[in-house]
């Protein structure tokens, strides 16, 4: 069975910096490639981010919202994918959540998501 | 980047029957075409994909159509657990965007 375990939200002040975990279960992370997609408080949903498969590369992309400040990796050895969050705004403040995207299709499977507060 | 719109942005419908959602993509996006349902406090869920692929489990009450820049979400037999925010969202180029949701409120 797949799944997809976030964690790593918390409260952090602006300019502070977080690192998100999505831990995958029931398949190779590698295989496919992984979203990251926001939702702030009563708002819609915000794809901010992608990382390829290995046979792609790792290579990313990103949302204009969070280029040059997130950072999408990947650790084959842990089977998981992770959100590198830097120079947080409090407009980044948002649910958190990684979802499965294989070739071919789109965010098949998504985690819980991950709650990121910025706030002084 | 494409911009995804979706009519109507709430609809209350009763138990029975059928509902269709509509989303329009500012520049043709071939069938590169999703849709989630989300309730509240929960995650997405994947209902459709390719604008009309069912994701697996996902009962054929759940239907889409279209091409281009106009598809269409429709449920059928609508039931009290069809109650939820559905959005569209589009995967042809970067950023992937989604529209702003509908809400369906089962009377």
């Known amino acids: 069975e797949v799944q997809l375990v976030e964690s790593g939200g918390g409260s952090v002040q602006p300019g502070g910096s977080l690192r998100l975990s999505c831990a995958a279960s029931?398949?190779?992370?590698?295989?496919?490639?992984m979203d990251w997609v926001r939702q702030a408080p009563g708002k819609g949903l915000e794809w901010i981010g992608r990382?390829?498969?290995?046979?792609?590369?790792?290579?990313?992309e990103y949302a204009a919202s969070v280029k040059g400040r997130f950072t999408i990796s990947t650790d084959e050895s842990q089977n998981s994918v992770y959100l590198q969050m830097n120079s947080l705004k409090t407009d980044d403040t948002a649910v958190y959540y990684c979802s499965r995207s294989p070739n071919g299709n789109i965010e098949d499977f998504w985690g819980q998501g991950t709650l990121v507060a910025v706030s002084s | 980047d494409i911009q995804m719109t979706q009519s109507p942005s709430s609809l209350s419908a009763s138990v029975g029957d059928r509902v269709t959602i509509t989303c329009r993509a500012s520049?043709?996006?071939?069938?590169?075409l999703a849709w989630f349902q989300q309730k509240p406090g929960k995650a997405p869920k994947s209902l459709i994909y390719g604008t009309s692929s069912l994701q697996s489990g996902v009962p054929s009450k759940f239907s889409g159509s279209g091409s281009g820049t106009d598809f269409t979400l429709t449920i059928s037999s609508l039931q009290p657990e069809d109650s939820a925010t559905y959005y569209c969202q589009q995967y042809i180029t970067y950023p992937f965007t989604f529209g702003p949701g509908t809400k369906l409120e089962i009377k």
């Open positions: 029931g398949y190779i992370v590698s295989d496919h490639h």
């Open positions: 990382t390829r498969n290995k046979y792609r590369g790792y290579t990313t």
């Open positions: 520049q043709g996006i071939d069938n590169s």
